[in-house]
T-cell receptor
Framework: GAVVSQHPSWVICKSGTSVKIECRSL??????MFWYRQFPKQSLMLMAT?????????EQGVEKDKFLINHASLTLSTLTVTSAHPEDSSFYIC??????????????FGPGTRLTVT | GENVEQHPSTLSVQEGDSAVIKCTYS??????FPWYKQELGKRPQLIID?????GEKKDQRIAVTLNKTAKHFSLHITETQPEDSAVYFC???????????FGGGTRLMVKP
């Protein structure tokens, strides 16, 4: 299957700083990538849909000025958590959408980034 | 939008027994239903999926059934093993492929 990487895998930052997380599709081009947040013992919640060359689409309740998304190429999307606070501490997972040979789409997940804000 | 409900939230079975996890969805336009296994601190791994033109799919010890009329689908794991212990998520994807909505997850514990 297709491979999606994320960097960093774990980051600890101080309250008020900004953190950038990268999501890369390694062996396919992804016009669409997705950013999820997962709190402990909870499900994955879609934050935003990242579209190459255009603005991201944010889910209701997600602050677009706080979670900046840039999808500058067909293999890279970045999520920047600006002015991070302890409540932003979470597991952030990206996924990339790939077109299947028989039609339809499949999403491939990155390994996730654990963000801890102190 | 789509709403996916998953039950049970926790499931404990004895090694060798079967495990069944059920999900319902609300959007009749959804046409792709994957199941993911997630171990602690790791990414969700696709274990099986089913599309709306099929009622059942099987892969060794894992099977998924889909009832489009009732808008529910189920994961069946037979002959469970301790390494099956993980959190399992169902999901429903819309026709455009631009939205994957997850169920709340089921923590499966297989006791040796």
């Amino acid at each position: 299957g297709a491979v999606v990487s994320q960097h960093p895998s774990w980051v600890i930052c101080k309250s008020g700083t900004s953190v950038k997380i990268e999501c890369r599709s390694l062996d396919f081009q992804a016009t669409t990538m997705f950013w999820y947040r997962q709190f402990p013992k909870q499900s994955l919640m879609l934050m935003a849909t990242s579209n190459e060359g255009s603005k991201a689409t944010y889910e209701q309740g997600v602050e677009k000025d706080k979670f900046l998304i840039n999808h500058a190429s067909l293999t890279l999307s970045t999520l920047t958590v600006t002015s991070a606070h302890p409540e932003d501490s979470s597991f952030y997972i990206c996924s990339a959408r790939d077109l299947l040979a028989g039609g339809g789409w499949e999403q491939y997940f990155g390994p996730g980034t654990r963000l801890t804000v102190t | 939008g789509e709403n996916v409900e998953q039950h049970p939230s926790t499931l404990s079975v004895q090694e060798g027994d079967s495990a069944v996890i059920k999900c319902t969805y609300s959007d009749s336009a959804s046409n792709y239903f994957p199941w993911y296994k997630q171990e602690l601190g790791k990414r969700p791994q696709l274990i099986i999926d089913i599309r709306s033109n099929v009622g059942e799919k099987k892969d060794q010890r894992i099977a998924v059934t889909l009832n489009k009329t009732a808008k529910h689908f189920s994961l069946h794991i037979t002959e469970t093993q301790p390494e099956d212990s993980a959190v399992y998520f169902c999901a429903a994807q819309n026709n455009a492929g631009n939205m994957l909505t997850f169920g709340g997850g089921t923590r499966l514990m297989v006791k040796p």
